[in-house]
Antibody, heavy 118, light 111 residues
């Protein structure tokens, strides 16, 4: 069965960077785009971007351009999302999610809480 | 402010039907058949309920249905059950700079 297992919670200071991992299993990792979505406490879902695990090509939401980097390591079926120059309003649960078809997200990781606090 | 507009809350009694709307523009909901709906229980990851406007993934009860008219998509839940109480989010592909936009979410209360 498809599983996405994310790395554990992080606490970072403002200005630092965080890198969240998402290990995939149960399917061909390079066959499906991986998206990243975040959710601030008590707030809605926000799309950050996606990566093509086969080519490494990325598309980022304009809001995060210049601060986010999505990468992958096909040898271990793992996708990564790194966010730099963290601010307090980056405090959120970060999810990786695999697509079904084109733009719907059918499988989700368990989420990684990133807390940005001085 | 979210790109797609949803009501903040809806409610219904067990057995009733409810509909949640999701209003966008011709650049997203109205222009593409890539509307999805997600259910999220507190503390859990979202779950895909509807994809490409009206398709249900396997395992999703047929009480859940989706549709679209113009720039507005809708999720209908018939025969409401207690376990349907959750937050629901719509999303759409968009030709704007962000590729995917979400609605602000709708809290469904089963009375």
């Amino acid at each position: 069965q498809v599983q996405l297992v994310q790395s554990g919670a992080e606490v970072k200071k403002p200005g630092a960077s965080v890198k969240v991992s998402c290990k995939a299993s149960g399917y061909t990792f390079t066959g499906y785009y991986m998206h990243w979505v975040r959710q601030a406490p008590g707030q809605g879902l926000e799309w950050m971007g996606r990566i093509n695990p086969n080519s490494g090509g990325t598309n980022y939401a304009q809001k995060f351009q210049g601060r986010v980097t999505m990468t992958r390591d096909t040898s271990i079926s793992t996708a990564y999302m790194e966010l730099s120059r963290l601010r307090s309003d980056d405090t959120a649960v970060y999810y990786c999610a695999r697509v079904r078809g084109s733009w719907s997200l059918s499988y989700w990781g368990q989420g990684t809480l990133v807390t940005v606090s001085s | 402010q979210s790109a797609l507009t949803q009501p903040a809350s809806v409610s219904g009694s067990p057995g009733q039907s409810i509909t949640i709307s999701c209003t966008g523009t011709s650049s997203d909901v109205g222009g593409y058949n890539y509307v999805s709906w997600y259910q999220q229980h507190p503390g859990k990851a979202p779950k895909l309920m509807i994809y490409e406007v009206s398709n249900r993934p396997s395992g999703v009860p047929d009480r859940f249905s989706g549709s679209k008219s113009g720039n507005t998509a809708s999720l209908t839940i018939s025969g409401l059950q207690a376990e349907d109480e959750a937050d629901y989010y719509c999303s759409s592909y968009t030709s704007s700079s962000t590729d995917v936009v979400f609605g602000g979410g709708t809290k469904l209360t089963v009375l």
